[in-house]
């Protein structure tokens, strides 16, 4: 079974693009993934396409052909579609088909687009991918949904109270009621994030402003790397897919994410790492509960002491574990289906040292990308290493 390596990643600028369709901006995407990758278009075997909204956003179906020409690629294209865990899904398809020796080369990534809706259209489009019949019918949208799975882990594990193997026990600053959280993940400020000071989404969270972006990632084979001389030091050695009940009411758990767990699992599984491995993370922290049962799924935390994990210094960007690096979900403007890919790619830059953020990793030869799709019903998770 071959090795899989990141060739290069292409990124836009999370943000409101008013004057750019989603065609326009995957393209650019594409563009400078090829010119990072260093890989001719014409090389390309498949395109996957993670994306979730674009037929509500931009009234566009059949968007994989069109995101094909976009590229300037001609190879059969597919979209894959799983909520918020879209390009996750894609990209880990991408590495199967190197992997089974199905191609070469491969251009897998996302793209979203939704600043061009209204808020309340946003929200109703966002919602579809919860259980309709017995959720969005009676109301419930994301904040509500993630705030009932906040209340269920402080009833199970209280509100961050320090566990006995906790780093430091002093107790935590008091901080004003405008702040997301006890402190940003990561401890990279949200640059790109405007907050909504005191306005409540669902209590206990509060509200941040939406944005969209396009990624992409070219992968290829570690022969069809050698062959061309790419200088792609960075390999995804472990991809893990797993699923849960869509409905939050047929769970048996609120305060655990089961396919997180078991995604985690089969990543490291394959990759032949542990959770003690990993240097460096980005996972889906969509709301600030989605963070702390991210850290506790992929091994990084104890249940129950994800919630301490920043606020300790564990993962802050100087901390022994930095999560999200990146600034997260929150920097992003939580862009849905181009959420995992973007991941991917973020990782990939820290790992191979020209990340702006490196600098808090210089050593780093293993991270994870978790990706969530929903209130977890769909989870991916990537294990990246540097290749020897």
Known sequence: MTDVRVAGVGLTRFGSHPDRAGRDLFATAALRAFEDAGVAREDVEALNYGNFMGALAEHQGHQAPLMAEAAGVRCPATRYESACASAGVAVREAVRTVRAGDADVVLAGGMERMTNLPTDEVTEGLAIAADDLFEVRAGVTFPGAYALMARAYFEAY???ARGPRARRREEPRERGSERVRPVPPGGVRRRGARRAAGRGAAAPLRRLSDHGRRERLVLVSEEYATAHDLDA????TG???????LALADRAHLARTPAADDAADAAYAAAGVEAADVDVAEVHDCFTIAEVLAVESLGLADRGEGIAAARDGLTTADGDLPVNLSGGLKAK??????????????????LRGDHPNSEHVADAEVGVAHNAGGTVASAVVHVLEVAE
């Open 158 to 160: 209280g509100g961050g």
């Open 233 to 236: 030091p960075v390999a995804v």
């Open 239 to 245: 991809v893990g897919q797993r699923t849960d009940r």
């Open 333 to 350: 403007g939580h862009p849905v289906g181009a959420t995992g890919g973007s991941q991917i790619a973020e990782l990939t830059r820290i």
